[in-house]
């Protein structure tokens, strides 16, 4: 069943609503559990935890080679970071919730779907469709970087350009999904909307818990994880699988969640630093922001997101373009090379230990959510200006 978080509704999953009729989001009627002896070792990746995903059948799941993301150990200014390296199938964790999203409406008998994204979800979920013989179509605003439309299109979906901000996709998007007559034929398979992508994504946590705590050599619970935050999906996917491993039995705590937005666009930060409990919406930002992935003006799970990160003792950081290009390039000369979306969690590293957020000798995990080869021309417009 599907729960109303706005009215208290429930509606069967069968009806296939993207939101209920109030205009609020809808929330799983269940809760998971998640411990060792629950993992499923016939695949190498997210779906080994299947058994605390919303899908029936994980055997006959559309897959492209998923498996773990790597998780890279290096020095950042004298402290140990675990980078968790997001770089999946179609170049992004949105292939996660994606993948658990898709695969579900297909078993609810789902032909066809639309879409609206900046990019990255918009390319996953072309390139699963693909997989699955799906009709797909992606609506993105035509600042999208050309990298992330050349991915949607080489997969066969529909590509159509709204102009305007990341919000102008989003209302084209939903004034159909109103309007939609057939959802089974055409549904709206929004992401951000979506009760089943929120799981999805909570398997890069899962995945730092075996790689971390169930390792031989290491046995580390991290303290703190740091991630990139539009939507929020990042944080939201730590504090649900912390909170399965936490009624599996497996771990006693969650890890303080810090969120990371961009200065230009910041209202999860705006809401948290005036103590709100919800995030009021804010106007588009004027011009190109460099972090394109997390731009987000109206924040649809803002009431959850503000009450997992307080609950897990973290907070939320605002970063500017700056730092952003400077740990963008730093990270580079790691040899992780990610979109600038994925370089805000970094930049956020130093203000974190410097406000002792983060103490020395604490297991910090920062998750970099995309590969930098969906945004090359961009970063070598940075690189040009940075005569580099």
Sequence with gaps: MLVCNGCGSAYKEEELLWRCPCGAHFSLDKS?????????????????????????????????????????????????????????????????????????????????????????????????????????EVIVPESTSRGKCVQIEAYGATLTKIPGPRSAASMEAE???????????????SHNWSPYFAHGVKTWAFEIWEQLCLAPSSELMPDAVVVPAGQGSLALGAWHAFSDLIRGGAVAKIPRIYA?????????????????????????????????????????????????????????????????????????????????TSAVAAAAIDELYSSKCILP????????????????????????????
């Design 32 to 136: 998971f559990s998640m411990n060792p002896s629950m993992i499923d070792n016939k695949y190498r990746g997210f779906w080994r935890y299947n058994k605390a995903l919303p899908i029936e059948d994980a055997l006959s799941a559309v897959k492209i080679g998923e498996e773990f993301s790597p998780l890279v150990t290096k020095n950042w200014n004298g402290a140990n970071i675990h980078f968790k390296y997001e770089i999946l199938p179609t170049g992004s964790y949105k292939d996660r919730g994606i993948a658990v999203m898709l695969n579900r409406l297909r078993e609810l008998g789902v032909k066809s779907v639309y879409e609206d994204s900046s990019g990255n979800a918009g390319a996953s979920i072309a390139g699963y469709c693909a997989a699955a013989d799906i009709p797909c």
């Design 361 to 388: 000798g604490e297991c910090v995990v920062v998750l970099l959510s995309s590969s930098g080869l969906k945004t090359t021309p961009y970063i070598q417009e940075i690189l040009d200006e940075r005569k580099i």
């Design 175 to 189: 004034g159909r999904g109103r309007n939609s007559e057939n959802r089974c034929e055409n549904i709206y398979a």
């Design 260 to 340: 990371v937005q961009g200065s230009s666009c910041s209202p999860l930060y705006n809401a948290w630093t005036n103590g709100l409990e919800n995030v009021p919406d804010v106007a588009p930002p004027e011009g190109k922001c460099i972090a394109e992935g997390i731009v987000s003006t109206h924040i649809i799970r803002g009431a959850e997101l503000l009450q997992a990160i307080r609950s897990s003792e973290g907070a939320v950081l605002a970063i500017d373009d700056e730092k952003t290009v400077n740990a963008l390039l730093k990270l580079a000369k790691m040899g992780l090379y990610v979109e600038p």
